[in-house]
């Protein structure tokens, strides 16, 4: 079974430039998430979403992000200017909520240096 | 205000000893637990949970321990093997809220 997939797995871009990752989560699955990793913070969640609406994006730093799901197939996260404090390592994750427990299947994550 | 608390950066046994990784929560209104194992490079893959009905859950070599008067649960690991070396993270969440709160994870080195 193939499992969440993202891409690029590795993005190295100027500061101002924009970056667009991409994750295409577990068929069937009815969530996605997008997680960020930082040292300092560990995993953050910065957006869900639920049967393709966005149900809850408190934790997205700021304007200069965005995420869209136009189908149960499809996510893109979005940073536009990046910074190099946008620096992370960014996961996609899915689920199918409404089973037992909250068990979230990770992507490999995509790899961002800003500089 | 870390509502999750993985306070040992790092852990470092024996194989074929036990592996002991705890985490702390501040949140009373927790009520199902997990532990994510992740490999350099690779996302976070479940390891195993627990609901707040219980105090234990096994699997295989792996047990985890919750004690909700101290607001603690603790991985076990036995016997531990090289191939458990990996970052292991706590998280936890409200009834069925899909929002998952991490610890910031420990870091387990198994010896050969």
């Known amino acids: 079974d193939a499992g969440v997939i993202q891409s690029p797995r590795h993005e190295v871009t100027e500061m101002g430039q924009e970056v667009t990752l991409r994750c295409k989560p577990i068929?069937?699955?009815?969530?996605l998430f997008w997680y960020r990793q930082t040292m300092m913070r560990g995993l953050e969640l910065l957006i869900y979403f639920n049967n393709n609406v966005p149900i809850d994006d408190s934790g997205m730093p700021e304007d200069r992000f965005s995420a869209k799901m136009p189908n149960a197939s499809f996510s893109t996260l979005k940073i536009q200017p990046s910074e190099p404090r946008d620096s992370a390592v960014y996961f996609c994750?899915?689920?199918?909520?409404?089973?037992?427990?909250?068990?979230?299947?990770f992507g490999e994550g995509s790899w961002l240096t800003v500089v | 205000d870390q509502q999750v608390k993985q306070n040992s950066p790092s852990l470092s046994v024996q194989e074929g000893r036990i592996s002991i990784l705890n985490c702390d929560y501040t949140n009373s209104m927790f009520d199902y637990f997990l532990w994510y194992k992740k490999y350099p490079a690779e996302g976070p893959t479940f390891l195993i949970s627990i609901s707040s009905i219980k105090d234990k859950n096994e699997d295989g070599r792996f047990t985890v321990f919750l004690n909700k008067s101290a607001k603690h649960l603790s991985l076990h690991i036995v016997p531990s093997q090289p191939g458990d070396s990996a970052v292991y993270f706590c998280?936890?969440?409200?009834?069925?809220?899909?929002?998952?709160?991490f610890g910031k994870g420990t870091l387990l080195t198994v010896n050969p």
């Open positions: 998280a936890a969440s409200r009834g069925s809220n899909y929002k998952l709160t």
């Open positions: 068929s069937g699955h009815n969530s």
């Open positions: 994750a899915s689920s199918l909520i409404g089973q037992p427990g909250n068990t979230i299947y």
